[in-house]
């Protein structure tokens, strides 16, 4: 079945760096397009960052440009976020999304907390 898991979030001070993973399996990954979304408290969900397949090219929230990094290993089946210069504002729930048409499949999340 089709599965999206993420992990390396946790708990950063203001100003370091995380880096998520989302490991894909049960679909031909190299044929979605990847992203990431996060949801803070009492807001909505907002996409962070995309990367296409197979030209990978990339888009970003204004809130994370020159901070963020999306990248994916379609060898290994899963999709990155470099996060440096992290920001309080940036805590929220991080989702790994993979879409293709009519198909969208979603990951349980994985916690970022930026405080000091």
């Known amino acids: 079945q089709v599965q999206l898991v993420e992990s390396g979030g946790g708990l950063v001070q203001p100003g370091g760096s995380l880096r998520l993973s989302c490991a894909a399996s049960?679909?031909?990954?190299?044929?979605?397009?990847m992203s990431w979304y996060r949801q803070a408290p009492g807001k909505e969900r907002e996409v962070v960052a995309i990367?296409?397949?197979?030209?990978?090219?990339?888009t970003y929230a204004d809130s994370v440009k020159g901070r963020f990094t999306i990248s994916r290993d379609n060898a290994k089946n899963t999709m990155y976020l470099q996060m440096n210069s992290l920001k309080p504002e940036d805590t929220a729930v991080y989702y790994c999304?993979?879409?293709?048409?009519?198909?969208?499949?979603w990951g349980q999340g994985t916690q970022v907390t930026v405080s000091s």
């Open positions: 990367i296409t397949s197979p030209r990978g090219t990339t």
């Open positions: 999304n993979a879409k293709r048409n009519w198909n969208d499949f």
């Open positions: 049960g679909f031909t990954f190299s044929s979605y397009t």
